[in-house]
């Protein structure tokens, strides 16, 4: 059953506060307008927009050599996972959000989709799918479920099994990717329940990792708003992810961020730093050294844009694309909802040299148009043969980008 929506909650006024009267004034305002619109952006699924019948691709801009054709549609598709098929081939797992259904999409061996299954509908948020040993896990908001044996039972799919049920019901940042580590856990971010606010510790605003029997959950670092995409990196295999930075300080700040985490027990800075240098305007006061709110927490590894809605993340392990983008982390920018004029929409890329982001740069755009958007990324997930598969939950679409050596 769906759990029930809690009203967000508005951080109270400090008695410390620092900011003008004005500012404080504008803060609350804006606090307001970005609660009521966060309700209605949740009250009206994506999936009830109309979904043009013909996806303008040629408006896709891509590096040299590279292309975009659409897989499928899969209507309001959010995170994607793959697993084996049975008879060879593939399964692309897709966690369809404001649909509330967890898709299936066959693929042969060559690549080429298949059937398109319904393995679960009615659930509250379904945006995160993880495939391990044979089982996928979803996440709905406060539940991690667990279809069990599934690539068997496509047709016929299983209950799910109810892994926890314990996790807050907030949906203000309460949708979850969620992945499994290299350590056999499965990650699950909860984010803040709200903009800018002050919850308990190891409740919100903080990626948790749970046992794959859902037995133990334990935190496995702080201060995060609201992750919506991670991934380890291919040879540390350490962490890295990205985190939506708050609304309401301007157009241009604070930026989002991909944050690398080596380690448990990290703390990312939210709500009292974000960016790793700017202390936030109510917050920044309250924990850190005096004078300076950054010191104590773990700054962002590659700043990226402000309000650009950073959501899936992956490195690029294939072989198929270019040396130049081989070990990347790939992000899909979900996109703007406040900011004056619209950013994101976008794929981007980060180089990285060690734990440090040299590059940030745009790899595929054109679903903006002026200050239209037809599409919206939302994960990338690289396939078996090295393509770079792309949901897109505004159009109902999952696309491959692959490359062609020039002759
Ligand atoms: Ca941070």
Redesign the pocket.
Known sequence: MPTPATSLQPPRPSTRLAIRPAIRRATRLATFAWAVALCAAAALPLAVRAQPAALPLDSIKLPPGFTIELLARVPNARQMALGPRAGGGHVLYVGSMGEGKVHALELDAAGKPGPLHVLARGLNQPVGVAFRDGHLYVSAVSRILRLERIGERLAQPPQPQVLRDDLPTDRSHGWKFIAFGPDGWLYVPVGAPCNICEPAPDRYAAILRMSADGAKLETFAR???NTVGFDWHPQTHELWFT?N?RDMLGDDVPPD?L?HAPRAGLH???PY????VLPDPEYGARRGTPGGACKD????AQLLGAHVAALGLRFYTGSMFPAEWRGRVFIAEHGSWNRSRKVGYRITTVKLDGAKGVAYEPFASGWLQGESAWGRPADVLVAPDGALLVSDDAAGAIYRISHRPAR
Do not use: S
């Open positions: 201060g995060v708003r985190d930075g961020e944050n990312f800075g939210y730093c974000h960016a790793g927490f773990i700054a962002p």
